[in-house]
């Protein structure tokens, strides 16, 4: 009888043993992937911001390409306004800035959007995490503008360039084919053709119609406000 007792006293406490033991088991590994769980949201939250950072900088560069383009807006504009201004005779112009604005219509430029960082973010995933969708769209639509600035921006200098292969006439060549010329020379025999007149009209009418570059300067500007408000620079 008391080695009965005695069985019903050990079973009870290997039931009790095994029962103890088990939940220690399970609340670890409950715990372990609690844990990892919390490890693995700080790393993606530290990936999110890693990139963010990343796509910041690549904006801040995206907006000083801006602000050189801006600046050679204002400048050929000005260019095209004075150079119509004095069309009839541009012996009359002023000679400093007729030498100062004589040689703007025939540069070409570029706009380069930079977007590699972009690119990673999308590819990695890491745009989906980040817990402000709104940013997530802000940054989609701001380098949608990026692109489209810069692809009105090329192909006007595109165009500019077509316009100019016309009004480069024999007389235009041979001026500049001279050892020295003068400036109120070269722009009289550009302007002496029709399609010289429409070259430089053109280039005020193209550039006056061309959206003003403050709109993407503020888009850019303001998503880079963004972004650093929420990684907390």
Same mark, same amino acid.
Request: aromatic fraction near 10%.
């Given at each position: 009888?008391?080695?009965?007792?005695?069985?019903?006293?050990?079973?009870?406490?290997?039931?009790?043993?095994?029962? #103890?033991?088990?939940?220690?088991?399970?609340?670890?590994?409950?715990?372990?992937?609690?844990?990892?769980?919390?490890?693995?949201?700080?790393?993606?939250?530290?990936?999110?911001?890693?990139?963010? +950072?990343?796509?910041?900088?690549?904006?801040?560069?995206?907006?000083?390409?801006?602000?050189?383009?801006?600046?050679?807006? #204002?400048?050929?504009?000005?260019?095209?306004?004075?150079?119509?201004?004095?069309?009839?005779?541009?012996?009359?112009?002023?000679?400093?800035?007729?030498?100062?604005?004589?040689?703007?219509?025939?540069?070409?430029?570029?706009?380069?959007?930079?977007?590699?960082?972009?690119?990673?973010?999308?590819?990695?995933?890491?745009?989906?995490?980040?817990?402000?969708?709104?940013?997530?769209?802000?940054?989609? +639509? #701001?380098?949608?503008?990026?692109?489209?600035?810069?692809?009105?921006?090329?192909?006007?200098?595109?165009?500019?360039? +077509?316009?100019?292969?016309?009004?480069?006439?024999?007389?235009?060549?041979?001026?500049?084919?001279?050892?020295?010329?003068?400036?109120?020379?070269?722009?009289?025999?550009?302007?002496?053709?029709?399609?010289?007149?429409?070259?430089?009209?053109?280039?005020?009418?193209?550039?006056?119609?061309?959206?003003?570059?403050?709109?993407?300067?503020?888009?850019?500007?303001? #998503?880079?406000?963004?972004?650093?408000?929420?990684?907390? +620079?």
């Amino acid at each position: 009888m008391e080695n009965k007792s005695k069985n019903k006293s050990n079973l009870r406490w290997d039931w009790m043993s095994f029962l #103890t033991n088990f939940t220690a088991v399970v609340l670890g590994i409950v715990l372990t992937f609690a844990i990892q769980k919390i490890i693995d949201n700080k790393n993606e939250k530290n990936d999110v911001e890693k990139s963010l +950072q990343l796509v910041h900088d690549e904006l801040v560069t995206n907006l000083n390409e801006l602000y050189v383009c801006d600046t050679a807006y #204002t400048k050929e504009l000005q260019a095209a306004e004075f150079l119509i201004k004095y069309e009839n005779d541009f012996s009359l112009a002023p000679i400093d800035s007729l030498y100062l604005f004589a040689n703007e219509p025939f540069i070409l430029r570029e706009m380069r959007v930079v977007s590699d960082a972009f690119e990673l973010q999308k590819m990695s995933s890491l745009l989906q995490k980040i817990e402000n969708q709104e940013l997530s769209l802000e940054i989609i +639509q #701001t380098y949608a503008a990026l692109n489209n600035a810069a692809s009105s921006y090329n192909s006007y200098y595109e165009m500019k360039l +077509q316009m100019w292969e016309k009004a480069n006439g024999d007389e235009v060549k041979e001026i500049m084919s001279r050892n020295s010329f003068t400036a109120p020379e070269m722009w009289n025999a550009i302007v002496s053709s029709n399609d010289g007149k429409v070259f430089i009209h053109e280039i005020r009418t193209k550039m006056m119609m061309w959206p003003q570059m403050d709109e993407y300067i503020d888009q850019v500007k303001g #998503t880079i406000d963004r972004i650093e408000e929420y990684i907390g +620079q």
